[in-house]
């Protein structure tokens, strides 16, 4: 039988035309005579390995196929076979391999075309260079373009309304210099306008009758009062029963929509009310029309800081500020004193963290810590003098007059108030100072306290201390974490934590190798006392002061180490008695730090009953649970344990861990957008978690005499009560704008029991002394036993949902082996079978293309071909 492919070459060519009607055009080849674009299926790629981009690509689309392949496979698979209408030409063929190429770009309208002389074949795998014409090159560089006519198509009118005129007077400035100061340097200095002649004069603000607005919308207030009636009468009480309504809405058909729509009277109403929806739509772009001025009262930026205004609720106690200390500075720690009441210390950074060498000797201020008083609140009573900035300070448990802080560059430092301390306890003055009173007597008013010791740059934190604690006065710990029994009844150890990835424990008292002088040296007369007398009561540390343990936090599942911001342990007591009841029995007998020696290690007693884990909040948000004790393996090497648990609740930073002042093992967690309740000893998570609010939580706090309540502070200034027996999912009360910075510590103290106070401070350096409502410190009779209830239901809660998710884990692992097991084993298909399927998929996809090339306005007839 002759080959069909000349007849089908003729006819597209141009031969005998099938129609009368048929124009000229559409008989033109749409591709070379010695080329046949080709549909290979997918079993056809994959016998002949021409997959289409994996064999063959775009960067490499040839591919030579054997003749004899070829033709066995029209002799398999007969006219399945998608080789088979071009049976005579490879035949025919005069060489042993035949070429396919892989048209991507569908050049000749399929995806594959084969060449189909060996002619053709060579041409393309090795194509002619082309020949260079240098004159013709050289004449179109050297050819100058030819100007054309330009058409006005009305661009140049949208540039001249997008451009920019000026349409008002230009300002015009003069400035002058006395002629006796020209040449001089210029020196800036702040000055007052009436000391100088030529000096800066203000301009009030005045109408200016070149503008004005368009009155839209007048306020105006109506009050209406109906008339009251009261009345009584008689019902018989009948038994009650129960009864249900149910409701269903009432909808418009579509029919009578498309009516309403198309109604004129709806027409006339839009087109009635569409300018005033105009105006309102304008006048609430201007102003919001909705704002309740009354609530609102207040509370914008004008209205300054707050000060004589309460927060319906928590009222405005007592405000703390001064001009000279705490402008440009924010509050990083707050602590109330624990003996002398009214008083509260608060430590002062840099609004913005600089390096110091874009300092200028202008702009270093020396760091304090301020000692405010309720008699005074706007002079500061003491100064406590820093070499840096103080992130974290605490006041000794055992004795108040000792303060150890924490700075930004490391060191550990130590101060010792008792000399100053009729400072804080003198009465307020009699009369008020002088308004226009210098600086500089004022601060010699002022007493300032130096540091008594301070630890050494080389063996401090190589980052910022953001958290310090005093262990208690019921143990210490030995240099290998071991706690161990404290006889001196004294807090002489003190731990801080820094980003640089280690936890430090250090000891105030004398080492064994220092001798102790006679006398008592940090005896002073009251009367020799100075505003800036150094007391000699940590003279021993000098030079020397050196961690007693350096702890490492290393990550549990990978390298690297955790970077802690603040930690919490428990506080550890014995025979029932707080920490708190031991030390006010021997405030009487305190002794003197210098007095106090480190014993030798065969006099301590071991204390097997204390809890030396460690909640430590990171950088991260993580709350890492781990154990400051070091441990010894195998070989008798001592090594920094891994922690135990490691669970991030929150988006980013950590910034309070405090554990609840009724139950120890509870511990309140916040940082990033929400906060966290643990309980010790569960390690699956928290038995609480907050949901994420829009503002971030900056602190927390619980309350020192309710067991269900904590405060939570904003960063918007906003400070949330919850408490956990009413609800736990949002707060009872939310006070707004109780500042108009971000707040950023939080402390209550009980000043008597019927009064309490909330100390807020921001980052204004401003310091708040808010009076808790009575509903908020005034506990229930059985609060304490339902909160710990509530807390103990969490815990349970939490066990079994874990519990529950990994049965359900379980019970889908076994679903799906035994599914696997039972499952029947599918039929393998007949080779006839599998030609059915192939055909029916080869002939699918043929309808698919001939509907897309018809869609898109392409399609074309096929030559027919007749069956082999």
């Known amino acids: 039988m002759p080959p069909k492919k000349p007849k089908s070459a003729k006819g597209s060519a141009g031969g005998k035309k099938k129609g009368k009607n048929e124009p000229p055009p559409e008989e033109k080849p749409d591709h070379p005579e010695d080329i046949l674009p080709m549909v290979l299926t997918s079993v056809t790629q994959e016998l002949f390995d021409c997959r289409a981009d994996e064999d063959v690509t775009a960067e490499s689309p040839y591919k030579l196929l ?25 035949l025919d063929y005069p060489d042993d391999e035949i070429l396919l190429v892989y048209d991507r770009a569908f050049t000749y309208g399929q995806l594959f075309y084969l060449v189909l002389t060996p002619e053709a074949k060579d041409r393309i795998l090795n194509p002619p260079e082309p020949e260079e014409t240098q004159g013709e090159s050289e004449w179109e560089v050297c050819r100058t373009p030819e100007s054309k006519e330009w058409i006005s198509l009305g661009s140049e009118l949208e540039i001249e309304e997008e451009s920019v005129k000026e349409t008002r007077e230009k300002l015009l400035y003069k400035f002058s210099r006395v002629r006796r100061e020209l040449g001089k340097p210029v020196s800036f200095s702040d000055r007052n306008t009436a000391d100088a002649k030529d000096g800066n004069l203000g301009f009030a603000s005045y109408e200016d009758s070149r503008f004005s607005i368009k009155l839209m919308q007048r306020d105006c207030g109506t009050q209406a009062v109906s008339r009251l009636q009261s009345s009584s009468v008689q019902t018989q009480w009948k038994f009650p029963w129960n009864k249900s309504t149910q409701y269903a809405p009432r909808e418009l058909s579509e029919e009578e929509r498309k009516d309403i729509l198309q109604s004129e009277s709806l027409k006339n109403f839009c087109n009635l009310v569409t300018p005033r929806v105009l105006q309102a739509l304008q006048q609430e772009e201007i102003m919001n029309v909705f704002r309740d001025d009354w609530m609102a009262l207040g509370n914008g930026p004008e209205a300054g800081d707050w000060s004589g205004k309460d927060s319906k609720g928590l ?25 002398i009441d009214g008083v509260i210390a608060v430590a002062l950074t840099v609004e913005k963290e600089q390096n110091s060498e874009e300092l200028t000797t202008s702009d270093i201020r020396p760091s304090f810590i301020v000692f405010f008083c309720f008699s005074d609140p706007s002079h500061p009573q003491l100064l406590l003098e820093s070499p840096g900035d103080i992130l974290a300070f605490k006041i000794c448990p055992s004795d108040p007059n000792i303060i150890v802080g924490g700075c930004m560059n490391g060191q550990v430092v130590l101060w010792d108030i008792s000399a100053h301390v009729t400072y804080l306890q003198r009465p307020p003055p009699s009369g008020k100072k002088d308004s226009l009173e210098l600086d500089d007597n004022a601060e010699n008013v002022i007493p300032t306290v130096r540091p008594c010791a301070m630890s050494t740059l080389e063996n401090s934190h190589k980052g910022r201390i953001t958290d310090v604690k005093w262990l208690p006065a019921t143990f210490e710990v030995t240099r290998t974490g071991e706690p161990v029994e404290n006889k001196q009844k004294m807090s002489v150890q003190v731990v801080t934590c820094s980003p640089d990835r280690t936890i430090m424990f250090w000891d105030v008292r004398v080492p064994k190798t220092v001798s ?71 405030r009487s007998e305190i002794l003197q730090y210098s007095q106090l020696t480190v014993p030798s290690a065969d006099a301590l007693t071991a204390l097997p009953d204390v809890n030396t884990k460690l909640y430590i909040g990171t950088e991260d948000g993580e709350i890492v649970y781990t154990d400051w004790r070091l441990e010894k393996d195998d070989s008798g090497q001592v090594h920094f344990p891994k922690p135990l648990h490691c669970f991030r609740a929150h988006y980013c930073m950590v910034n309070t861990i405090q554990r609840s002042p009724f139950f120890k093992d509870i511990i309140l967690t916040a940082g990033g957008f929400n906060f966290a309740i643990w309980k010790e000893g569960v390690i699956e998570g928290p038995i609480i978690l907050s949901p994420n609010t829009e503002q971030v939580c900056t602190v927390g706090c619980w309350s020192l005499s309710r067991p269900a309540v904590f405060f939570i502070g904003k960063d918007d200034g906003s400070i949330e009560v919850w408490n956990l027996l009413e609800q736990s999912s949002e707060p009872v009360e939310a006070y707004l704008h109780v500042t108009n910075a971000k707040i950023t510590c939080i402390t209550p103290w009980i000043s008597s029991p019927k009064q309490h106070f909330l100390a807020v401070t921001d980052e204004l350096g401003m310091v708040r002394i ?20 509530y807390f103990e239901q969490d815990k349970k809660r939490l066990l079994d949902y874990l519990q529950c998710e990994e049965m359900c884990k379980k019970e889908k692992k076994e679903s799906e082996k035994l599914k696997k097991k039972t499952e029947p084993v599918k039929p393998v ?25 018809k869609g898109m306005g392409l399609w074309t007839a096929p030559p027919e071909i007749d069956d082999i």
């Not at 004899?68 to 490879?90: H, L, M």
């Not at 009561?537 to 936090?553: Q, V």
Request: proline residues 5%; contains cysteine; hydrophobic residues 30%.
């Open 770 to 789: 808010l009076e808790i409502p009575k509903k908020f410190f005034v506990p229930g009779r059985t609060e304490r036993s339902n909160v710990r209830k």
């Open 66 to 90: 054997q003749t004899e392949d070829i033709i066995q496979d029209i002799k398999t698979r007969a006219g399945v076979s998608d080789f088979s209408p071009v049976k005579q030409i490879v």
């Open 829 to 853: 298909p007949t080779l006839q079978e599998i030609d059915d399927m192939e055909l029916k998929e080869y002939r699918d996809c043929l309808t698919l293309e001939e509907n897309i090339l």
């Open 315 to 339: 009222m405005l106690h007592q405000a703390f500020t001064d001009h000279k200390y705490t402008k440009d500075r924010k509050i990083s720690s707050i602590n109330w004193h624990p003996t």
């Open 516 to 586: 102790q002088s006679a006398s008592d040296s940090s005896t002073v007369d009251q009367t020799e006392m100075t505003p800036y007398t150094v007391l000699d009561t940590f003279k021993h540390l000098g030079r020397t002061w050196r961690p007693l343990l350096r702890i490492s936090l290393l990550k549990i599942s990978t390298k690297g180490e955790y970077t802690p911001l603040k930690f919490n342990f428990e506080p550890y007591t014995c025979d029932g008695n707080t920490d708190e009841a031991d030390e006010k029995d021997d």
